[in-house]
């Protein structure tokens, strides 16, 4: 078979969307290295840390979808564990942070819920949100009343130069 020749299916993979039996090649993705003017000046040096990476592309002949399969000696290659690796912090990056506004808003009402009819400076609640949220920014927790008490979620008093907050 030569490269990018699409023959019949071996393993007669089925196509998830036609349920037709789909076709296959062998395609190499070049991973790494330069292109472009730093190819023309250096030359054959730049492709040093060139890999090419052979993967099996399935393709539908009918609807055209394409998928894509990697053997054991490409997973050793591009070490799957690194892939894994980026897939956790691509996660956790997602995940809401502890000091997100959703998130100091929720355990903000927490606290007035649990201690219902009592005063609070916003230097009271942050001290108390702390004991959950340890980097919390004293301003995260005013911007969070602010917004409580614009939408009547929590009174706002003052009183002799403090703000009380207090939730209705």
């Known amino acids: 078979m030569g ?27 070049r991973i790494g290295g330069v292109s ?4 023309f000046i250096f030359g054959p ?14 393709v539908c002949p009918n609807c055209g979808r394409a998928e894509f399969y990697i053997d054991e000696k490409t997973k050793k290659q591009i070490n799957l564990i690194d ?8 996660l956790e990056l997602l995940k809401p942070k502890p000091d997100d506004e959703s998130n100091v808003r929720k355990l903000a009402l927490e606290l007035f819920e649990s201690k ?24 995260r927790v005013i911007q969070v009343l602010i917004k409580l008490a614009e939408e009547n979620k929590v009174s706002k008093i003052q009183r002799e130069n403090m703000i009380y907050y207090r939730m209705i």
């Open 3 to 29: 490269e990018g020749e699409l023959v019949q299916s071996i393993s007669s993979l089925k196509c998830s969307h036609c349920n037709v039996d789909m076709l296959y090649t062998m395609v190499e993705f």
């Open 116 to 139: 219902r009819g009592e005063y609070f400076t916003s230097k009271m609640i942050a001290d108390e949100l702390r004991k959950q949220v340890s980097k919390l920014e004293n301003s």
């Open 36 to 39: 472009g003017n730093t190819m």
């Open 83 to 90: 892939l894994q690796e980026l897939e956790r912090k691509r």
């Open 45 to 58: 040096i730049s492709e040093v840390g060139e890999k090419k990476l052979p993967f099996r592309v399935y």
